[in-house]
């Protein structure tokens, strides 16, 4: 996922973009809970960096709405 994606969306969009990747993380973790060996640890650095991303850009776009 690019940053260039995201200025795109829509503010419901990004929040639901938002809550699936929290969603995705939740999954990552109960995983890794149950079965180490299964998943890929690559995957959380990834999913930690789209939350980031999507946070960032909701933060930017809020910031040019009060402006």
Known sequence: ???SELTSKTG???RDELTA??????NLRMQ????PDAIRPD????VRR???R??????ANR???QS
Do not use: D, P
């Open 1 to 3: 996922m690019k940053a």
């Open 12 to 14: 419901q969009e990004l």
């Open 21 to 26: 990747l929290m969603r995705e993380q939740f």
């Open 32 to 35: 890794k809970g149950i079965n």
């Open 43 to 46: 995957q959380f650095k990834k």
């Open 50 to 52: 789209n939350i980031a």
């Open 54 to 59: 999507v946070k960032t850009v909701m933060s």
């Open 63 to 65: 910031g040019g709405e």
